[in-house]
T-cell receptor
Framework: EPEVTQTPSHQVTQMGQEVILRCVPISNHLYFYWYRQILGQKVEFLVSFYNNEISEKSEIFDDQFSVERPDGSNFTLKIRSTKLEDSAMYFC??????????FGSGTRLTVV | RKEVEQDPGPFNVPEGATVAFNCTYSNSASQSFFWYRQDCRKEPKLLMSVYSSGNEDGRFTAQLNRASQYISLLIRDSKLSDSATYLCVVTNAGNNRKLIWGLGTSLAVNP
């Protein structure tokens, strides 16, 4: 079964540092997403990406965040200057156009 | 009011029990409805979509009441492997790609 792959599985970073979370969506999917889940809280939408541009972003997705699809296979989330409150599980997801999402196994980001 | 609200839980039930999860959503124009399952520190996985006519998949039955803005999930003959958090998820009209999540209800099935 096709998978969405995320790396790394766990990233520890110092406050103020930049991090890049990587995702390889399913190859024939067209829509890509990032969600995050702070420990003990609900899953929250960050951003959706279609046709090489952001189609929607939440208020969480401020200027510190950016996404990129640099080479047609990877889909990255960059946080420029991490804060303690950015500590969370970050899930990448992709879909082919219908309502079926496939989620990656997540990157646990710990900001210290 | 929260966009998606669920039973606070946690639920602790013996094997073989029937357990019901409830969910309400605030936007009457919500378009699509789902139940996801999430194991501890893992990604959410789609359990089933929910239709107005109700749908069943083995031991799992989902119901939608649009008038009451209410979604339910029933698990019959619960197994130890059903232990997880069950997440109610909706999408809103005109934006069928952004998933809006409830906090989830934790279920522990005990031997």
């Amino acid at each position: 079964e096709p998978e969405v792959t995320q790396t790394p599985s766990h990233q520890v970073t110092q406050m103020g540092q930049e991090v890049i979370l990587r995702c390889v969506p399913i190859s024939n999917h067209l829509y890509f997403y990032w969600y995050r889940q702070i420990l003990g809280q609900k899953v929250e939408f960050l951003v959706s990406f279609y046709n090489n541009e952001i189609s929607e972003k939440s208020e969480i997705f401020d200027d510190q965040f950016s996404v990129e699809r640099p080479d047609g296979s990877n889909f990255t989330l960059k946080i420029r200057s991490t804060k303690l409150e950015d500590s969370a599980m970050y899930f990448c997801a992709s879909s082919g156009g219908g309502l079926g999402y496939t989620f990656g196994s997540g990157t646990r980001l710990t900001v210290v | 009011r929260k966009e998606v609200e669920q039973d606070p839980g946690p639920f602790n039930v013996p094997e073989g029990a029937t357990v019901a999860f409830n969910c309400t959503y605030s936007n009457s124009a919500s378009q699509s409805f789902f139940w996801y399952r999430q194991d501890c520190r893992k990604e959410p996985k789609l359990l089933m979509s929910v239709y107005s006519s109700g749908n069943e998949d083995g031991r799992f039955t989902a119901q939608l009441n649009r008038a009451s803005q209410y979604i339910s999930l029933l698990i019959r003959d619960s197994k130890l492997s059903d232990s997880a958090t069950y997440l109610c998820v909706v999408t809103n009209a005109g934006n069928n790609r952004k998933l809006i999540w409830g906090l989830g209800t934790s279920l522990a099935v005990n031997p």
